[in-house]
């Protein structure tokens, strides 16, 4: 859930390093730092808790110049966000290394290495894999060798970047089970552990496997394999752009973001419809009629997704979905149907435990796999059989929304080609074609109430809870808004199917609640308006959400927001959008960090 950003070449290296840096501060963090190699060989160290801006002020007072450096954002996993426990750690006085990931026998290490008398200034795993280097580098063993030897020892997730003072014309790098990435350039190379940290100084990319170590120097780039043997990786050429970074006038990312969502929207399908018929990239004609059930695998938002994917699959295709959390998922003993589809989905494509899902299901016996992913360099979308790329475009809010609902858009295309090819009638994908030219209008309109969901944000300023309702598609819908309201505001939030009222939920109602309810005109209305009916009886307040036209009380004290009508299909993508906007506004007047909320990260690459 870190940043890694390295470099070596013939320039000075730090603004390089801190622009990559910036690059990541998406992925959500406490703590930045640097080290580079001074011309005399000397280890030049800076640190500070807190943001990236704060670093490169401290750099203007306490240069580190050099041609060889690695840089680092923390997410705080063992230690608290302090200085004393950003990266990079120094081992030994000869050794400096970042680290993404997590030791799990690092508890036992440090003890081991404290009873031999080595010192420790910081409480993280990491800090232990810099002094273990030292003393293997104590035993005049090349830096390699070194790294090998120590990295032995290691058990868990790791991506590293390694210089010393004893070889510095080099960078080491090891990939195991946390994703790492070289950047190509002439005289110069790069590491990173996202590829968008790279985008302003290279387009060429090679991706490490597993348990791979590469030896990057200026002019040159070595990769060892487990077996210590050279191999030779793919160079890969990148067609996305760096993006734009600015928030273009808005106040914070996540606004932008949500405002972007009609051309993501109106991007994604035209993109998709095309890339649903590919032979190319996607499965040849005959699996389509051969897929006999689905199993989607995700984790948080990215999983709410697929709760309304099992829907529009079943609906449309007629198929038996189910859908788990990877984290669960991972662990259990699965029982597979003969001939099952395995769907993977993600917003980075790095989600580690959504990657660890996509391997496990290697071995259960899943006939095919497909990735959903926003990032077509990911180790997901490689990883994967097939894949459907959202084209979401960059999104910097930790929070996520124009890439759920994109997400969403993938899965609806998706269901409705599997519909199309297991029927011989009634092609859904042929009537969704029609109707997909409307969706970015729809969207545009629904953006148009932001001033009346501004005003009902103030209802929520002083609330301790809130309960969130919906029904059938709705229901996923309902928990993503719970999402939403608690990640950015810092308020309690839970979401329940409207049903399951009786069971429990109705405790918590009174007159200090606010209760948000997804009310679509259609099949379910009726039953919605007996749950909205026990509700108002022990006088919930209300925050209506609907396009039906009887939903108001005698009394009025309800906040209901008119929705344009739209097919019930796209209602889901629809009725996403205000939730978004009512957690934003709501999340503004409470004062919280919109863009990069407390605790959170945006790529959670550790488990």
């Given at each position: 859930?870190?940043?890694?950003?390295?470099?070596?070449?013939?320039?000075?290296?730090?603004?390089?390093?801190?622009?990559?840096?910036?690059?990541?501060?998406?992925?959500?963090?406490?703590?930045?730092?640097?080290?580079?190699?001074?011309?005399?060989?000397?280890?030049?160290?800076?640190?500070?808790?807190?943001?990236?801006?704060?670093?490169?002020?401290?750099?203007?007072?306490?240069?580190?110049?050099?041609?060889?450096?690695?840089?680092?954002?923390?997410?705080?996993?063992?230690?608290?966000?302090?200085?004393?426990?950003?990266?990079?750690?120094?081992?030994?006085?000869?050794?400096?290394?970042?680290?993404?990931?997590?030791?799990?026998?690092?508890?036992?290490?440090?003890?081991?290495?404290?009873?031999?008398?080595?010192?420790?200034?910081?409480?993280?795993?990491?800090?232990?894999?810099?002094?273990?280097?030292?003393?293997?580098?104590?035993?005049?063993?090349?830096?390699?060798?070194?790294?090998?030897?120590?990295?032995?020892?290691?058990?868990?997730?790791?991506?590293?970047?390694?210089?010393?003072?004893?070889?510095?014309?080099?960078?080491?790098?090891?990939?195991?089970?946390?994703?790492?990435?070289?950047?190509?350039?002439?005289?110069?190379?790069?590491?990173?552990?996202?590829?968008?940290?790279?985008?302003?100084?290279?387009?060429?990319?090679?991706?490490?496997?597993?348990?791979?170590?590469?030896?990057?120097?200026?002019?040159?780039?070595?990769?060892?394999?487990?077996?210590?043997?050279?191999?030779?990786?793919?160079?890969?050429?990148?067609?996305?752009?760096?993006?734009?970074?600015?928030?273009?006038?808005?106040?914070?990312?996540?606004?932008?973001?949500?405002?972007?969502?009609?051309?993501?929207?109106?991007?994604?399908?035209?993109?998709?419809?095309?890339?649903?018929?590919?032979?190319?990239?996607?499965?040849?004609?005959?699996?389509?009629?051969?897929?006999?059930?689905?199993?989607?695998?995700?984790?948080?938002?990215?999983?709410?997704?697929?709760?309304?994917?099992?829907?529009?699959?079943?609906?449309?295709?007629?198929?038996?979905?189910?859908?788990?959390?990877?984290?669960?998922?991972?662990?259990?003993?699965?029982?597979?149907?003969?001939?099952?589809?395995?769907?993977?989905?993600?917003?980075?494509?790095?989600?580690?435990?959504?990657?660890?899902?996509?391997?496990?299901?290697?071995?259960?016996?899943?006939?095919?796999?497909?990735?959903?992913?926003?990032?077509?360099?990911?180790?997901?979308?490689?990883?994967?059989?097939?894949?459907?790329?959202?084209?979401?475009?960059?999104?910097?809010?930790?929070?996520?929304?124009?890439?759920?609902?994109?997400?969403?858009?993938?899965?609806?295309?998706?269901?409705?080609?599997?519909?199309?090819?297991?029927?011989?009638?009634?092609?859904?994908?042929?009537?969704?074609?029609?109707?997909?030219?409307?969706?970015?209008?729809?969207?545009?309109?629904?953006?148009?109430?932001?001033?009346?969901?501004?005003?009902?944000?103030?209802?929520?300023?002083?609330?301790?809870?809130?309960?969130?309702?919906?029904?059938?598609?709705?229901?996923?819908?309902?928990?993503?808004?719970?999402?939403?309201?608690?990640?950015?505001?810092?308020?309690?939030?839970?979401?329940?199917?409207?049903?399951?009222?009786?069971?429990?939920?109705?405790?918590?109602?009174?007159?200090?609640?606010?209760?948000?309810?997804i009310v679509p005109d259609d099949s379910l209305l009726e039953k919605l308006k007996s749950n909205i009916s026990e509700v108002r009886a022990r006088g919930g307040r209300f925050f209506i959400f609907t396009d039906a036209d009887d939903i108001?009380?005698?009394?009025?004290?309800?906040?209901?927001?008119?929705?344009?009508?739209?097919?019930?299909?796209?209602?889901?993508?629809?009725?996403?959008?205000?939730?978004?906007?009512?957690?934003?506004?709501?999340?503004?007047?409470?004062?919280?960090?919109?863009?990069?909320?407390?605790?959170?990260?945006?790529s959670v690459t550790v488990e």
């Open positions: 859930m870190c940043g890694i950003v390295a470099m070596i070449g013939q320039r000075e290296v730090s603004k390089v390093l801190i622009e990559g840096l910036k690059r990541l501060e998406y992925r959500g963090y406490d703590s930045a730092g640097l080290a580079v190699l001074d011309e005399t060989s000397r280890i030049r160290l800076n640190k500070v808790e807190g943001k990236v801006a704060s670093l490169e002020r401290s750099l203007k007072d306490s240069p580190c110049e050099g041609n060889i450096g690695i840089a680092h954002t923390r997410w705080a996993t063992h230690g608290s966000p302090a200085k004393k426990n950003a990266h990079p750690h120094i081992g030994g006085n000869d050794v400096a290394i970042v680290h993404n990931g997590i030791i799990e026998n690092y508890a036992e290490l440090n003890k081991q290495l404290q009873r031999e008398g080595c010192l420790f200034q910081s409480d993280t795993d990491s800090e232990v894999i810099a002094v273990l280097i030292s003393q293997e580098l104590a035993k005049k063993k090349s830096l390699v060798e070194a790294v090998r030897s120590s990295t032995n020892k290691l058990e868990g997730a790791f991506a590293l970047a390694i210089f010393s003072i004893h070889e510095p014309d080099k960078l080491v790098i090891v990939k195991r089970r946390s994703p790492v990435v070289l950047g190509l350039g002439i005289g110069e190379n790069f590491v990173a552990s996202d590829i968008s940290a790279l985008y302003l100084v290279t387009q060429r990319f090679i991706f490490l496997e597993e348990n791979d170590i590469a030896i990057v120097e200026k002019e040159k780039i070595e990769i060892l394999d487990v077996d210590g043997n050279t191999v030779k990786r793919p160079e890969r050429i990148s067609q996305q752009s760096s993006g734009s970074t600015s928030k273009s006038g808005y106040k914070h990312y996540m606004l932008k973001e949500i405002n972007e969502q009609p051309e993501a929207l109106r991007e994604t399908s035209s993109f998709l419809m095309k890339e649903i018929d590919s032979t190319t990239h996607l499965f040849e004609p005959s699996i389509w009629k051969k897929i006999k059930s689905i199993n989607i695998v995700a984790c948080g938002t990215s999983y709410h997704a697929g709760l309304v994917g099992k829907y529009w699959i079943e609906k449309l295709a007629g198929i038996p979905c189910n859908v788990e959390v990877a984290s669960e998922f991972r662990y259990r003993k699965v029982a597979v149907i003969e001939d099952s589809l395995f769907i993977v989905i993600s917003q980075s494509g790095e989600t580690a435990d959504t990657l660890a899902a996509l391997n496990a299901s290697k071995n259960f016996g899943y006939r095919w796999i497909l990735a959903i992913c926003n990032v077509s360099e990911s180790t997901l979308m490689r990883e994967a059989d097939a894949a459907l790329l959202t084209r979401a475009g960059p999104e910097i809010g930790v929070a996520s929304t124009k890439s759920f609902t994109t997400q969403l858009l993938a899965l609806l295309i998706f269901a409705a080609k599997l519909g199309s090819e297991q029927k011989t009638q009634n092609k859904p994908i042929e009537k969704l074609c029609t109707d997909l030219s409307i969706l970015p209008g729809v969207i545009e309109n629904i953006l148009s109430l932001d001033d009346q969901i501004s005003s009902i944000a103030e209802g929520f300023v002083k609330t301790e809870g809130s309960l969130f309702l919906g029904r059938g598609q709705m229901y996923p819908i309902a928990l993503e808004g719970a999402l939403k309201l608690k990640e950015i505001s810092y308020i309690h939030a839970e979401a329940y199917p409207a049903g399951e009222l009786k069971h429990g939920p109705l405790a918590l109602v009174d007159e200090k609640m606010p209760v948000i309810v108001v009380s005698s009394d009025g004290i309800e906040e209901v927001i008119k929705v344009p009508k739209m097919p019930e299909l796209f209602a889901p993508i629809g009725y996403t959008i205000p939730l978004q906007l009512l957690a934003y506004h709501v999340a503004v007047l409470r004062g919280t960090d919109v863009d990069q909320p407390r605790n959170l990260a945006k």
